[in-house]
């Protein structure tokens, strides 16, 4: 079965700086997406970046862009610009052709001014 | 507005009495999915649906069941609760996996509490 990993449970970072997450997955499939979600502490999940796995290139969203390595298996999201609204939990997940999904255990990411 | 509901959003219950909690989407769904949020675990699974009258366990299913009668509704139920149930329950809904832009929209969540 699929599984997806998160290795920092906590980071933080200076508003302005750049900081990165990860997060790692081990599958057999090759057709899959990867995502990344917020959850504030309004609890709603809201939709960060996705990356599709037969696509090569990294996805980005303004601020935030994504390390896809496909054949190591990770998915990193990097933050740039910090801003004190991105402090929130995020979730990396990945979602087969089979249509399950699977959620790493989040990081909690704080912002200091 | 494109949406997720999910009512109640907070329930408090006792072990053993039945309870439902109900989940609409207005988007012409065909995936919808129930998942359990508990502290260093993420998001799990309980169980999803890819069209009406088709349910497939996830990774938690015990204790819980589902059906899917209609294409935007999908209601879950704990027949017996118990405390290990105790969650934050979200449901959500997305097109197929091959159907292109397939996010997946969450309802707001539901915080369930079984005393």
């Known amino acids: 079965a699929q599984t997806v990993t998160q290795s920092q449970p906590e980071m933080s970072v200076q508003e302005a700086e750049t900081v990165t997450l990860s997060c790692t997955y081990d599958t057999s499939e090759s057709d899959y997406y990867l995502f990344w979600y917020k959850q504030p502490p309004s609890r709603q999940m809201i939709l960060v970046i996705r990356?599709?796995?037969?696509?090569?290139q990294n996805a980005t969203e303004n601020r935030f862009s994504v390390n896809f390595q496909k054949a190591a298996k990770s998915f990193s999201l990097k933050i740039s610009d910090s801003q004190l609204g991105d402090a929130a939990m995020y979730f990396c997940?990945?979602?087969?052709?089979?249509?399950?999904?699977?959620f790493g255990a989040g990081t909690r990411l704080t912002v200091k001014p | 507005e494109a949406q997720v509901t999910q009512n109640p959003r907070y329930l408090i219950t006792v072990t053993g009495k039945k309870l439902t909690v109900t989940c609409s989407q207005n988007?012409?769904?065909?995936?919808m999915s129930w998942y359990r949020q508990d502290p260093g675990l993420g998001l799990r699974q309980i169980y999803y649906?890819?069209?009406?009258?088709?349910?497939d366990k996830g990774d938690v299913p015990e204790g819980y069941k589902v059906s899917r009668k209609e294409k935007r509704n999908f209601p879950l139920i704990l027949e017996s609760p118990s405390p290990n149930q105790t969650s934050l329950y979200f449901c959500a809904s997305s097109r197929l996996f091959r159907a292109g832009y397939n996010e997946q929209f969450f309802g707001p969540g539901t915080r369930l509490t079984v005393l």
């Open positions: 997940a990945y979602r087969s052709a089979l249509n399950d999904m699977r």
């Open positions: 990356q599709e796995a037969y696509k090569q």
């Open positions: 649906s890819m069209n009406v009258e088709v349910t």
């Open positions: 988007m012409n769904h065909e995936y």
